[in-house]
Nanobody, 123 residues
Framework: QVQLVESGGGLVQAGGSLRLSCAASGRTFSVSKQGWFRQAPGKEREFVAAITWSGGSTYYADSVKGRFTISRDNAKNTVYLQMNSLKAEDTAVYYC????????????????WGQGTQVTVSS
């Protein structure tokens, strides 16, 4: 089992920045990649960004490319999502996820999920 806890959400004005954190615990040695997803009210959950456990590869949704950066600190078992130039349409609950089956980074299938953290961008 892998446990994931997100933090760092909040209310920010359009154009501002936030950094989300996702702390992993449990069988973290089994994690091959981690990702961030988001779900806005009335919409399906969508992929945002992913990073391999080594940090050597990253992958982004077109909607956030150039504005968001995913990174990790393996010493802390923590993944970050730095979000800059935020827009009202970035408003959503953001979820952290972990893959323990070694799927390619472009495959958006994950085995463990956090509870989510709310990000609200006011226009």
């Amino acid at each position: 089992q892998v446990q994931l806890v997100e933090s760092g959400g909040g209310l920010v004005q359009a154009g501002g920045s936030l950094r989300l954190s996702c702390a992993a615990s449990g069988r973290t040695f089994s994690v091959s990649k981690q990702g961030w997803f988001r779900q806005a009210p009335g919409k399906e959950r969508e992929f945002v960004a992913a990073i391999t456990w080594s940090g050597g590869s990253t992958y982004y949704a077109d909607s956030v490319k150039g504005r968001f950066t995913i990174s990790r600190d393996n010493a802390k078992n923590t993944v970050y999502l730095q979000m800059n130039s935020l827009k009202a349409e970035d408003t959503a609950v953001y979820y952290c996820a972990a893959d323990t089956f070694g799927r390619p980074i472009v495959v958006h299938t994950y085995d463990y999920w956090g509870q989510g953290t709310q990000v609200t961008v006011s226009s």
